[in-house]
């Protein structure tokens, strides 16, 4: 249909049109919000309502929070063509690491933090040193680093079992919610969450704005207006009934409120900065960015060293909600990642992926295991869907990708 053809249909058939023509056009972008939205309806209905409620959503915020950070990690791996097998036992390792640092040493919180994290760094840059200077593929030293790090597990547990971490700060990481402000208005409701939840609608639709208008000033394409309105509207109304379902029980969680930031942090790195566009022009085609003057190796050692630093923090959220390190902890974390950032839409082939989409994949696989615990359904079968979800994502991506060819 020619765009003089669309400006002769009456106002409510224009509408469809360009909804129908958006969502063709970005099904890649929106594909895993219909998704959780499908997921999240079916389980309401069979549960009669309780998937909603606001504890499990409460509850299933805060477990999905040491795999979100992981897939936020793995998104710019898989990015850059490459995979990192190692996260899963390195989270487990470090936070060991920090139990023993807390239990026997008797560190504050304060101190064990900082050092964990920078030890994730170093974690991450030996693992990069192979790939990006010796040509060994990631999947082989990943998976060295996978067989040492669940060693070095398993070593400095072996004589304890599990190490009970006490230290009431280091565990409000992984079980507190912020605190909430002294007014009398709003009884049983957090009030302290509804503001920032306000905040961010408020936020979400300024950057919106001014995103369109920058465009709009380089004549770049942009939504048409009432499918960009109702996006807004959309997303906006997400964020508040979301933020005023999690009001309703104890608020936000400090888990919710790390996972925020570190999305937001990367969104703005990958999307704002010189850096980011590197890392895309790197994955896109190795060869081009080195000739166009990319380091494909320094962007190798930013993405692996960040990636061991995102495990590092898995690795406290994990200890912190389980208040303790266990022989076990961190088992197939590094697949869960993976498939987060699969069904979030991040290529198969590099070079295309959000870390906002790999967050909401997250998400996904989170919501289908809480659900089906709800419903009783056997660990077999869940399994087998989730195994089911993730080769639908990655089908879904070869065919948009054709699709676009």
Do not use: C
């Not at 996006?231 to 400090?254: D, M």
């Amino acid at each position: 249909m020619s765009v003089e053809q669309v400006r002769t249909l009456p106002h409510s058939a224009t509408f469809w049109w360009h909804l129908r023509s958006a969502l063709r056009e970005n099904i890649r972008d929106y594909g895993m919000f219909i998704a959780l939205f499908v997921i999240m309806l079916i389980f309401a209905i069979a549960t009669d309502g309780i998937f909603l409620s606001p504890r499990n959503l409460s509850n299933l915020l805060n477990q999905t929070g040491y795999i979100a950070v992981l897939a936020v990690g793995m998104t710019l791996v898989i990015v850059i063509r490459q995979i990192d097998l190692s996260v899963g036992f390195l989270a487990g390792f470090l936070g060991a690491v920090a139990a023993i640092a807390l239990t026997f040493w008797g560190w504050s919180t304060y101190v064990v933090v900082p050092l964990v994290l920078g030890l994730g760094i170093l974690a991450g840059l030996i693992t990069a040193f192979p790939v990006a200077r010796l040509g060994i593929p990631s999947f082989v030293a990943s998976l060295a680093g996978w067989l040492i790090y669940r060693g070095a597990l398993q070593l400095v547990t072996e004589s304890t079992g599990t190490i009970v971490i006490s230290d009431p700060v280091f565990n409000a990481i992984g079980n507190a919610f912020l605190p909430d402000l002294p007014l009398g208005i709003l009884p049983r409701v957090h009030k302290v969450t509804l503001l920032l939840g306000a905040l961010a609608i408020v936020l979400f639709i300024s950057s919106q704005v001014r995103s369109r208008r920058k465009k709009l000033a380089y004549r770049f394409e942009v939504l048409p207006l009432d499918i960009f309105l109702l996006k807004l509207l959309l997303i906006a109304g997400l964020i508040g009934v979301g933020t005023w379902v999690l009001a309703r029980y104890n608020g936000l969680s400090w888990t919710v409120v790390i996972v925020l930031l570190v999305v937001g942090i990367y969104h703005f790195i990958t999307t704002q900065t010189v850096l980011g566009r590197h890392i895309y022009a790197v994955g896109g085609n190795p060869e081009a960015a080195e000739l166009s003057g990319i380091s494909v190796a320094r962007i190798t050692y930013i993405v692996f060293g960040s990636m061991g630093m995102l495990a590092a923090l898995s690795g406290i959220l994990f200890a912190s909600r389980l208040q303790s390190a266990t022989t076990t902890a961190g088992t197939l974390f590094e697949l869960d990642a993976i498939a987060a950032a699969y069904v979030g839409g991040v290529s198969a082939a590099g070079g295309v992926g959000r870390v906002t989409g790999s967050v909401i994949g997250a998400l996904v696989m989170t919501s289908l295991t809480s659900g089906m615990n709800l419903m009783g359904v056997g660990i077999a079968y869940q399994y087998m869907v989730r195994g089911a979800v993730l080769a639908l994502a990655v089908i879904f991506d070869v065919y948009t990708r054709r699709a676009r060819a």
